[in-house]
């Protein structure tokens, strides 16, 4: 799957030394992510920390600039589930510190929390901790999956 910006948006990387450099790119990986994985079912992994983020992944192109979400059934097309993987900052410094040749260094993540914005009702959401063992996330996920 190739990624093509458009010529509008700016071709920086996403994560450097200062985090997220255009709100506009994260919001074009999400289309293209969006638009690729609705002929099909997915798993999609992303850090949609934002809720603008997670409504343009349940909405589309027409979520930028509208703030009312699509409600569940509406789109019958996607059928999204997001997994909140909640843990304690100290755990997740420690895995990131263990991490070798990650785009992600271990100086954002205090920025990555300072712009996490939970989700919250109506979206379509289970929290999870990373503090389980990765058989029980799993499962758990599994479980909210099929049993939705």
């Not at 999609?44 to 192109?61: D, E, N, P, T």
């Not at 999204?80 to 954002?108: N, Q, S, T």
Request: one cysteine or more; glycine letters at 6%.
């Amino acid at each position: 799957m190739a990624l093509v910006w458009p010529a509008s948006t700016p071709k920086a990387v996403l994560y450097k030394d200062t985090g997220l450099v255009s709100h506009d790119s994260v919001l074009f990986v999400l289309l293209f992510d969006r638009e690729e994985s609705s002929r099909q079912d997915a798993v999609l992994a992303c850090s949609a920390l934002k809720k603008i983020y997670r409504h343009v992944l349940v909405s589309g192109a027409s979520a930028i600039g509208n703030s009312q979400s699509e409600k569940p059934g509406e789109n019958a097309a996607l059928n999204i589930l997001f997994v909140h993987l909640d843990g304690p900052a100290g755990l997740i410094a420690h895995r990131l510190e263990k991490r070798r040749g990650h785009f992600m260094p271990l100086k954002l993540l205090q920025s990555q929390f300072d712009a996490l914005e939970p989700p919250t009702a109506p979206e379509n959401f289970i929290t999870v901790s990373i503090e389980k063992s990765l058989p029980e996330i799993v499962l758990e996920i599994e479980k909210a999956i099929f049993s939705g």
